[in-house]
């Protein structure tokens, strides 16, 4: 059961237009959430974050919005530009319990969508 | 000069061999997680562990091992029991103390299967 959905494979945008980039998810108790942009053959990097208490995130070119009751966010690029191109991943986290009595903090990573930013 | 290390960048396993991938981190981060991409897949969660001497399985955990000796330190070893190791593997970590924080990603290690 996939818990984090990036339903659009790829994505093709021209340069200087904006990108937008989606994500859904079903687990309510998700309450944090990143983008990560990724080029092959590379680890991936941090872009954005967004707490749930907040429906919006903005960083330079990046904005991030976050619709809890759709349970919906979308990574926003304005202007995009061919070194954007890569693939996006969405993750999302809950804290929960171990068995040791901490908290832990995994991933759940959608699948990614291809940017392509034409020049 | 802060960051993960992965090692090496491409490793080549044969049958029935066991090949342990490297993941180091002087970011002083108590978390450590190992995450395995397969194509156009997102990344699924192997290990992790939250603190020294210490670790848990992950969603994918079958025929892998690891071990958390030392805090910057977290090897995963691919055993023979693994069937599909072929994979790009990543290494991550994060303060692993404060809710709703980042996880930081190595370079990843490609593994192929001779």
């Known amino acids: 059961d996939q818990q984090v959905k990036q339903n659009s494979p790829s994505l093709s945008v021209q340069e200087g237009r904006i990108s937008i980039l989606n994500c859904d998810y079903t687990?309510?108790?998700?309450?944090?959430f990143l983008w990560y942009k990724k080029y092959p053959a590379e680890g991936p990097t941090f872009l954005i974050s967004i707490s749930s208490i907040k429906d919006k995130n903005e960083d330079g070119r990046f904005t991030v919005f976050l619709n809890k009751s759709a349970k919906h966010l979308s990574l926003h690029i304005v202007p995009s530009q061919p070194g954007d191109s890569a693939v996006y991943f969405c993750?999302?986290?809950?804290?929960?319990?171990?068995?040791?009595?901490?908290?832990?903090?995994?991933?759940?990573f959608g699948k990614g969508t291809l940017l392509t930013v034409n020049p | 000069d802060g960051g993960i290390t992965q090692s090496p960048k491409y490793l080549f396993r044969k049958e029935g061999q066991n090949v342990t991938l490297s993941c180091e981190q002087n970011?002083?981060?108590?978390?450590m997680y190992w995450y395995r991409q397969d194509p156009g897949q997102g990344l699924r969660l192997i290990y992790y562990?939250?603190?020294?001497?210490?670790?848990q399985k992950g969603d994918i955990a079958e025929g892998y091992s690891v071990s958390r000796e030392k805090k910057e330190s977290f090897p995963l070893t691919v055993t023979s029991a693994q069937k599909n190791p072929t994979a790009f593997y990543l290494c991550?970590?994060?303060?692993?103390?404060?809710?709703?924080?980042?996880?930081?990603f190595g370079p990843g290690t490609r593994l192929l299967v001779l």
């Open positions: 970011l002083n981060h108590d978390a």
């Open positions: 991550a970590s994060s303060m692993g103390r404060i809710l709703q924080e980042t996880q930081y």
């Open positions: 993750a999302a986290s809950w804290p929960q319990k171990t068995n040791s009595g901490g908290s832990n903090y995994k991933l759940t």
């Open positions: 687990n309510s108790m998700f309450d944090y």
């Open positions: 562990s939250q603190i020294v001497n210490d670790f």
